[in-house]
Every structure is written in structure tokens, then in C-alpha cells.
T-cell receptor, first 113, second 115 residues
Framework: QKEVEQDPGPLSVPEGAIVSLNCTYS??????FMWYRQYSRKGPELLMY????GNKEDGRFTAQVDKSSKYISLFIRDSQPSDSATYLC?????????????FGKGTKLSVIP | GAGVSQTPSNKVTEKGKYVELRCDPI?????LYWYRQSLGQGPEFLIY????????DSGLPNDRFFAVRPEGSVSTLKIQRTERGDSAVYLC?????????????FGPGTRLTVL
């Protein structure tokens, strides 16, 4: 079992839909949780960063962390064709080695106009 | 430039050859990271530099892989005796200090194909 599990999809939704992306993890030491967006042939770019359980909202994006269940989610409201990309969850632990990100496989999302 | 740049964008080589991949981090960032992304997978950590020194090279798969950052800015990832299994996108990232709360800014990657 990998440390971080993420359904690779692909996921196809109509424009305007609410999208839910999820990851589970096994390492209870993880304390920092991120969502990156990666367009085709580009590097990942940070979307959301959280370090505690609960919700964090930024525009159309909401990140949710449930440490007791070792489960994180990203919700995209009013999805747009420009949201079509691969979404990667990433996480790291505290202390030494906290710079080392552990990524999920990524979920490929297509938003159809 | 404003972001992390990597050259070349694509590299095709033959099995057994030596390759060098270059990364130019964001100016002023002391922390630099290399990751490898195989097809259909997320990036996997290779090595972390703090300044000129490799603070953590635990992700390098074997001794054919080596990286340097001699002046604390540009970094070069070197792969000797390339194998077909080395084919992947090699991503470089930089961050201001290397702390756990830093954002890691990624470059576009170098797509390495070993024939």
C-alpha cells in the first residue's frame, strides 16, 4: 500500500458542476496537506495549503482535511473548462524531512463546456 | 525570469549514455528540490539542496544519479549509464528557505526518454 492513495480517474464533468477530489493516506505523521494543479506538459502549481483539520476556502476551491480518518478532499464549485487539469494531493510531516513532499498519483479532470 | 526554468525541455538519449539536466531556481531561493514523475504517477522526491549542499539525497534511486549546486543557485542533475527505466519527467522546484510552510515552486520539467 502506498503512503498516499488517489483515484487517478479520469473524471469528466459538465461546466458548472461541483467536483470532489479525494486522497487517503496511511502515515499519521503527515501534518501539512496541499493540492497542486498540473496542466499538460507543465509543472505542478500550488492551489491550496492546509496544516490542520477542517476546511479552508479560496474562491471556488475548498480544501478539507480529516486527520482522524486520514482523508483529504478538494471541492471545486462552478467548475470551468479552464479547470481541466490533473490535480495532485501532496503532504509532508513535521520536523526533519518536512520539505519532502509525498504525492498521490493525481486525478485527471475534464470539464466539458 | 520570474519562475523556475529547466533545460532542456526534452531530452532523448540512448541506453548507456550520460545526461545532464539543468535547473534555474527562483532568484533568492535557498532551497532546491528535484523530483521524478513517471507516466501516470505523482512526483517522487529525489534530492534536496539547502544552499550549495545536498541536505537530503535519500530519494536518489542508485549511484548512477548525482546532483550538484556549486554556487547555491543553478543545479544540475546528472545520470550516468542511462537505462530505459530512467525515462520520466524530471521536475525541479525551489522555495525561499526550505521550511515546512514554504511553497515549493515547480519548473516545467525535463522530459527524458531513454531508447
Amino acid at each position: 500500500q502506498k503512503e498516499v492513495e488517489q483515484d487517478p480517474g479520469p473524471l469528466s464533468v459538465p461546466e458548472g458542476a461541483i467536483v470532489s477530489l479525494n486522497c487517503t493516506y496511511s502515515n499519521s505523521a503527515f501534518q501539512y496537506f496541499m493540492w497542486y494543479r498540473q496542466y499538460s506538459r507543465k509543472g505542478p502549481e500550488l492551489l491550496m495549503y492546509t496544516y490542520s483539520s477542517g476546511n479552508k476556502e479560496d474562491g471556488r476551491f475548498t480544501a478539507q482535511v480529516d486527520k482522524s480518518s486520514k482523508y483529504i478532499s478538494l471541492f471545486i464549485r462552478d467548475s470551468q473548462p479552464s479547470d481541466s487539469a490533473t490535480y495532485l494531493c501532496a503532504m509532508s510531516g513535521p520536523g526533519a524531512g518536512s520539505y519532502q513532499l509525498t504525492f498521490g498519483k493525481g486525478t485527471k479532470l475534464s470539464v466539458i463546456p | 525570469g520570474a519562475g523556475v526554468s529547466q533545460t532542456p525541455s526534452n531530452k532523448v538519449t540512448e541506453k548507456g549514455k550520460y545526461v545532464e539536466l539543468r535547473c534555474d531556481p527562483i532568484s533568492g531561493h535557498t532551497a532546491l528540490y528535484w523530483y521524478r514523475q513517471s507516466l501516470g504517477q505523482g512526483p517522487e522526491f529525489l534530492i534536496y539542496f539547502q544552499g550549495t549542499g545536498a541536505a537530503d539525497d535519500s530519494g536518489l534511486p542508485n549511484d548512477r544519479f548525482f546532483a550538484v549546486r556549486p554556487e547555491g543557485s543553478v543545479s544540475t542533475l546528472k545520470i550516468q549509464r542511462t537505462e530505459r527505466g530512467d525515462s520520466a519527467v524530471y521536475l525541479c522546484a525551489s522555495s525561499p528557505t526550505g521550511s515546512s510552510t514554504d511553497t515549493q515552486y515547480f519548473g516545467p520539467g525535463t522530459r527524458l526518454t531513454v531508447l
